[in-house]
């Protein structure tokens, strides 16, 4: 190409580069006019009008567009074709800018371009170079630059400053104009409220909520003008606001589960939008609780589910394993106090505590965004272990007063871990383990103690302990009442003994001056009905004061008897008596219980009668018989009472030797110890205290002496005067030796008083053996000669009854018998005052001889006056019961005899005693089947009789006699063969007599309802001997030395007592529901009962 051409193609590359920064400045300045200007006027609107926020993000992102697009056309367009990153005006555009502003040069710059592309083609060069040159010419004139229009730029330029001018003049008025306005378009999401004349404030703390928890949001309004409503906006829907005073207001939200946005408004103006935060609430879904007892209570370990109030027994195992929602941490607290976190444990928090009192408890929970909140509260019940109960019950044995037996009952809530009777001697305790059952709540036991087995002289305080299974709190242990024994010293011993034998002696004294009255008066009564002109009334009142009287004696002597075992007992219990002084106050105490004959109560019952319907025919006949039985009462009252004085003296007598035996070795063992180097002080001491005890022997000695002076029979024994001098003297001796220190000569000083003790004793043991022997040989003696005289009597007897069967009453040999029953009658007088004088010193002739005594001397009676009556059927009675009690007196002392005899053999007096090997058990069920069948066939023989058939009656009857018979042959073996008491023996001897009355009739054949009743009676009578016989066994057992069994076993023994408190017991134990009237009445009934049993 030509130079032309490359001059004008640089000057339009030159017009090119200026129309590009050209249009680079222009749009610069338009853009930044239009954004300014926006700007201003969206600031101005917004501040004062305070758009939406949807407007305001519409003219946000509208603003922020259009300015980009503007930049991009006006600004960044330009600008990269000018850098020639995008494509620059090509030379065909420049021309037509050029042509369009010169308009003269028309096509001619365009043709020249167009003429440039044809250069290299199939034209001719120099022509398209001519054309070009000679077109180039033609616009060299032309200035390309002019058609840049620079003015457009200076308007913009004008707006441009003018804008900024204004702007400016905005911004010095104020600038919150565009701070505000620019603040709340770019945080177009934010609301702004229009100022208003109040503003709100939100006076909560924070806006965070638990889920499903209730929120209230408070709010303040502050300024010149307080809005009477005010709502709060919630998710676009307006809620009254509670006005709690002016300006201030509240709304709660019931339970919040979503994120909330809100704003307070009056309608008006609003304030700015808040959002309440939701919190993630912890929260329990489940737990549970796993009880376990303390292994002693053998409970049964629980699981439950989702309870927490519980009752547990004290020391229980509580495991709670609880199941969380949003929690953290979980903690218990127990009372208020204790606090106590669980462990997590796969999701599980665990927690476990033994409780030992009640308490509540409250679950706490807690998570990252909460504080720790209070769940669940629940309590727990614990059942205290109380203190074991035990109640003793102590019954003292009335036959040994050391000894006592107890039952008790213990109770508690588990069971027991001991049980243990302790007793105290000077502080110091000692206990004895007692059987029980471990795991039974409720039980009794029994236990029995003699403290003869204690070696204590002082006071002895003893009682129980129980203790339970409680391990956890111990063994908690519950003692019973505290209870003490004290044993009497030697002078309360010989103290008491005195005043209980002086009690004794009164009381028998006493009884024997009413025997005297009772006489007295029958005498008297008997001579006033004789009396015409007595009255009946004043007769009836003499028999009722004779009624008093036997009352009185008959308590009288019962006390006697009472008081004498109970002064037994006690000498007993705390003395060593020996076998021979043990066997002869049983034998006392069995003639004390014996002197009440069933006759003599049968006599005094008829005499209550007589009192109760007064009949003068037959009170001479009484009076007779109780004149009798009345002065053997007076005789055996006064055996008794000299056999109580005998024994006293014996017994004493025997205490004196036996303390001194013991006395004799204690001087023996002391001689020993001196020459062991024993210390002289005590042994110094012991002489002076067997010095006072020699002198105390003696005085007690010259005592029983003085009391033997008083017996009729007199114990030959000696006052042994010179002994005590001799034992005093030498003990002095030995006293001045041991103050010397002279060991050999107190050693033999002591020697030689033992040896004198011995020998003491030993006189006075034989003393006491002579005396018993020589006794016996004379009781013997003179029993063989009382029954010599019985036998002869029995014979004479037996000739008037022969003479008598064949007489009439005008027969002149009448006299002579008459004059024989006298004989035989001053022959009785003899052996009876024979009998009570041999009975008043030997106990073995019991008081069943008395009775048949009695009998004999009543029937004699009978036999004179109905001879000199001339009744003989009923004297020839008399003289049969007259033999029979003859012939039974002789048995019995024969038996006494022969006992005597053993006793004297054996050379040891006192020392038999009464056995029953077999008892009467199988004989006495033998009489009760055998009266029974009687019963029945006397039963049939009436039923035949009314019914008038007499066919097979007589073989009836023989075979009735045939049992009658057999059973009076077993009754009269059954008593004859000793195994039976006298209780026994008397009810016996009744039933006799009715089996007899019963036979007769049988044989005359009159058979009536008295018959039928008689045999009932005889059954009932069977019942009560079998029933006094069991009793007499049962005292028997428990009184004989070997009672060790029963001891032993103390529930036989409050099985024994509790029988007399059956119904009792039964009545109280019963579980009748009563309302409380009738309750009370119940138990006044009761006690009514109790208070007749004791009496």
Not at 57 to 84: C, D, E, M, N
Not at 441 to 466: K, L, R, W
Request: proline share 2%; with cysteine.
């Amino acid at each position: 190409m030509t130079e032309n051409f490359n001059i004008l193609v640089n000057k339009l590359n030159a017009f090119r580069f200026k129309y590009g920064l050209y249009k680079l400045i222009r749009g610069a300045a338009l853009v930044f006019v239009l954004l300014i200007t926006l700007y201003t006027v969206f600031s101005v609107v917004e501040y004062y009008i305070y758009l939406s926020s949807l407007t305001r993000k519409v003219i946000f992102y509208g603003y922020l567009i259009f300015a980009g697009l503007l930049s991009t056309q006006f600004i960044f367009v330009p600008l990269f074709r000018l850098l020639h990153i995008l494509k620059p005006i090509d030379l065909k555009s420049s021309t037509h800018l050029i042509q369009k502003h010169f308009g003269e040069i028309k096509d001619k710059l365009l043709n020249i371009i167009e003429l440039s592309d044809l250069h290299d083609k199939q034209y001719s060069n120099d022509l398209l170079i001519a054309s070009i040159d000679q077109k180039i010419d033609e616009l060299k004139v032309f200035d390309f630059n002019e058609a840049i229009e620079y003015k457009n730029i200076k308007v913009i330029s004008i707006y441009l400053i003018v804008s900024v001018l204004i702007a400016s003049g905005i911004l010095l008025f104020n600038k919150n104009i565009f701070t505000e306005s620019t603040n709340r378009l770019v945080h177009y999401n934010q609301e702004f409220v229009k100022p208003a004349p109040f503003s709100f404030q939100l006076t909560n703390e924070s806006l965070k909520a638990k889920k499903g928890d209730p929120y209230t949001v408070k709010v303040i309004a502050e300024g010149d003008e307080i809005p009477q409503i005010v709502y709060i906006n919630i998710e676009g829907n307006n809620y009254l606001m509670k006005t709690i005073e002016t300006g201030n207001y509240e709304f709660e939200m019931a339970s919040v589960i979503n994120p909330v946005s809100f704003y307070f408004t009056d309608l008006n103006y609003k304030s700015d939008s808040y959002t309440l935060q939701l919190l993630p609430k912890p929260g329990i879904n489940s737990f549970t609780v796993n009880v376990i007892p303390p292994s002693y209570t053998l409970g049964e370990s629980q699981l439950l589910e989702n309870i927490g109030d519980v009752q547990v027994p004290c020391g229980t195992i509580l495991k709670w394993q609880f199941s969380g929602i949003d929690v953290d941490s979980l903690a218990l607290l127990f009372n208020d106090s204790i606090r106590v976190k669980a462990t997590e444990n796969e999701g599980l928090f665990e927690l476990e505590r033994r409780i030992y009192k009640s308490s509540n408890y409250n679950v706490y929970i807690r998570n990252s965004v909460t504080e720790e909140e209070l769940a669940l509260s629940y309590n727990i019940d614990v059942i205290p272990d109380i203190y074991p109960d035990i109640e003793v019950m102590r019954i003292e044995d009335s036959t040994r007063l050391t000894r006592f037996f107890f039952k008790g009952v213990i109770g508690d809530d588990y069971g027991f871990s001991s049980l243990k009777f302790h007793y105290n001697i000077a502080n110091e305790d000692t206990a004895i383990a007692l059987p029980f059952s471990k795991n039974t709540t409720d039980q009794e036991f029994y236990f029995s103690y003699d403290f003869n087995a204690v070696e204590s002289e002082g006071a002895i305080s003893y009682y129980f302990s129980v203790s339970d299974n409680d391990a956890i709190n111990g063994y908690k242990t519950t003692t019973s009442d505290s209870y003490t024994f004290v044993f009497p010293d030697k002078e309360e011993l010989e103290a008491n003994e005195k005043e209980q034998f002086e009690n004794l002696e009164n009381m028998i004294a006493e009884s024997q001056q009413l025997s005297k009255e009772i006489q007295n008066s029958l005498q008297n009564l008997q001579i006033k009905n004789m009396d015409t002109n007595t009255s009946d009334w004043e007769k009836s009142q003499m028999v009722n004061d004779i009624v008093q009287k036997q009352n009185q004696l008959e308590k009288l002597y019962d006390k006697i008897k009472q008081d004498n075992k109970r002064l037994n007992n006690y000498m007993n219990s705390f003395n060593d008596n020996s076998e021979a002084i043990i066997e002869k106050q049983k034998q006392i105490e069995e003639l004390l219980k014996e002197v009440f004959t069933d006759e003599l109560q049968e006599l005094m019952d008829e005499f209550n009668k007589l009192a109760e319907e007064f009949d003068s025919k037959k009170l001479n006949e009484l009076t007779r018989d109780m004149n009798v039985t009345m002065d053997d009462l007076q005789k055996q009252l006064d055996r008794n009472l000299e056999m109580l004085k005998k024994f006293k003296v014996e017994q004493k007598l025997q205490d004196i030797t036996d303390e001194m035996s013991e006395m004799a070795m204690e001087e023996e063992k002391m001689a020993r110890e001196i020459n062991e180097e024993k210390n002289f002080e005590e042994i110094s001491e012991k002489v002076n205290e067997h010095q006072e005890n020699l002198k105390d022997l003696e005085k007690r000695l010259n005592e029983a002496l003085e009391m033997n002076k008083e017996l009729e029979k007199p114990i030959g024994f000696d006052d042994f005067d010179e002994e005590f001098k001799e034992m005093q003297n030498s003990s002095e001796e030995s006293k001045e030796n041991l103050e010397k220190k002279n060991r050999k000569k107190s050693s033999q000083s002591i020697q030689k008083t033992s040896e004198q003790m011995k020998n003491a004793a030993f006189a006075m043991q034989q003393m006491l053996d002579m005396n018993s022997m020589q006794q016996n040989q004379e009781n013997i003696q003179n029993l063989r000669q009382i029954l010599d005289n019985l036998v002869l009597l029995s014979f004479n007897q037996e000739d008037v009854l022969t003479g008598l069967s064949s007489i009439s009453a005008k027969d002149p040999r009448l006299t002579e018998l008459n004059k024989e029953q006298k004989r035989i009658e001053d022959q009785s007088k003899i052996v009876r005052d024979s009998l009570y004088a041999l009975a008043k010193r030997t106990p073995q002739i019991s008081s069943m001889i008395s009775n048949e005594l009695v009998d004999m001397e009543i029937n004699l009676t009978k036999s004179g006056e109905q001879l000199e009556e001339a009744l003989f059927p009923q004297a020839r009675s008399s003289q049969q019961f007259v033999i029979t009690a003859t012939n039974n007196l002789a048995l019995l002392l024969n038996e006494s005899l022969e006992q005597l005899e053993k006793q004297m053999a054996n050379a040891q007096p006192g020392d038999q005693q009464c056995e029953n090997p077999g008892g009467m058990g199988s004989g006495m069920q033998d009489l009760k089947e055998s009266s029974e069948s009687i019963k029945q066939q006397l039963q049939k023989m009436i039923e035949q009789m009314k019914n008038g058939n007499s066919q097979g009656l007589s073989q009836q009857l023989g075979q009735s006699l045939m049992q009658h018979e057999m059973m009076q042959q077993m009754l009269r073996d059954l008593m004859n063969n000793g195994q039976v008491g006298s209780q026994a023996q008397e009810t016996l001897k009744r039933i006799d007599e009715m089996l007899e009355q019963n036979r007769r009739e049988l044989m005359s054949k009159s058979i009536n309802a008295e018959t039928i009743a008689r045999q009932n009676l005889i059954t009932t009578r069977l019942l009560e001997a079998e029933k006094a016989e069991t009793e007499r066994e049962f005292e028997d057992k428990r009184e004989s030395e070997s009672a060790d069994e029963f001891y032993s076993n103390p529930v036989k023994f409050f099985e024994y007592k509790e029988k007399e408190n059956f119904t009792i017991e039964y009545l109280n134990r019963n579980s009748n529901t009563l309302n409380n009237f009738y309750n009370k009445k119940y138990k006044d009934y009761l006690n009514k009962i109790q208070d007749q049993s004791e009496e």
